[in-house]
């Protein structure tokens, strides 16, 4: 009899129900179910409107009963360092406000005022970013310091449902690294930090490593799904999951996770937390099984994802890459990490006023645009591989680009371009299958990381790309 395993993989934009399973030595999947995500504005601040959330994870999970396929296991993966704050009585305090929210906007100087930057990162090793955890809870504190004293659990987004699934509560190794508040060598919660803040300590956790078991369905949720089954931790940030899918087993490769961000780096059992590192600006973000991702987070595909939306004609992504090609004439790229493109109420307006200040020609047609936007997505890998291999003293041969990204042949070709590296593209569906890899491991269908990765190659279509020329 086969074993199913639902991954619940929810990202900014959309999320899925995918189920897996073995069959003939290979992983076979298939997504049931499809919801869209966005955020909401709640009293003047983007959110996550996570009661809805919770409503369609419920509903794809009540698919799996229409299809006779009941799930041994179901494993929900989202995005990182957002969160919910709960009262005495599990109640969610204020609103779950998103990282593209500017509550952030000028919090990093107070933090430093109570610890430098420096230190900072050789205590977590985590990249610097305006919206990461740590600031949202200060932001927090100086704004509204009344939640914060009513608070008595921290919750990341998939902790949160994972809690309306089962009424357990329990934190996740991966995700909470990203907070930037997980010391890098002790792996657990840096209890000093949180006193220096004066964040209260009683609301973190104990951290769970991926495989852990949240719980069983509770009673209203079976009445609704139509079954029970254990809910189990994956590497619930989404990044944890895709990074696990890569179909390799060597260290000669960098690994790019490719879709709405870009994040590029290599696997690590000892994290760097050296100022060179953090010069860089690179991330040690947990992995599975204590493994750390060293990475560099990239804006990704959300600025040609934002200039689409722009476009008065409703291009296919198809027909995005041809018109890019067209612009490959045009030669202005600008800094995809820049903070401009972060959130801008217009991208075709910040990428023009980026040209500007830059002293560069200002993109005016949809081809050009495009151009500018797939060609500096291309800089950025390629100024990364060089870091990477510059910090690292070692040369990589290879590029393997996984997620919803690894469809785009253009820009698959432009970072072979750019980079000089072989470029492999694939698995597409990276994170719901890495989510759907730990919950295997955890039944021992699976009998270690390493079958894993091999089970993914063989089950897989993995494209080897040429150069754009």
Known sequence: MKNYYLAVDIGASSGRHVLGWIENQKVCIEEIYRFENKLIEQNGHLCWDVKRLFQ???????????????????????????????????????????YRDSRTHGIDKKVYEIISEPELYYRNGI?????????????????????????????????????LLTGEIKNEYTNATTTQLVHADTQEWDWELLEKLDLPKQMFGMIHLPKTVVGCLTEEVQKLVGFNTEVVLPATHDTGSAILAVPANDDDYIYLSSGTWSLMGIERRIPDCTEESRVRNFTNEGGYHYRYRYLKNIMGLWLIQSIRQEFKHPYSFDELCTLAKLGSYFSSVVDVNDASFLAPKSMIRALQDYCERTNQEKPETECELLACAYHSLAKSYADTVREIEDITGKSYSRIHIVGGGSKDDY?????????????????????????ILVQMLKTKDLNEL????????????????????
């Open 56 to 98: 369609e994870v419920v509903e794809g999970i009540a698919c799996c009963k229409r299809y006779n396929r009941i799930p041994k296991s179901i494993g929900i993966d989202t995005w990182g360092v957002d969160f919910v704050l709960l009262d005495d009585n599990h109640e969610v305090l204020g609103n779950a406000v998103a």
């Open 127 to 163: 990249q610097k970013l305006p919206f990461n955890t740590i600031y949202q809870l200060y932001a927090v504190k100086l704004q509204n310091p009344k939640i914060l004293k009513q608070a008595k659990n921290f919750l990341m987004i998939p902790e949160y449902i994972n809690f």
């Open 411 to 435: 820009l698959n070709k432009l970072t072979a371009d750019y980079t000089g590296k072989e470029i492999y593209a694939g698995p597409v569906e990276a994170t719901a299958l890495g989510n």
């Open 450 to 469: 390493r079958e894993a990765r091999e089970i993914i190659k063989r089950s897989f279509e993995i494209k080897k790309v040429g150069s754009e020329g």
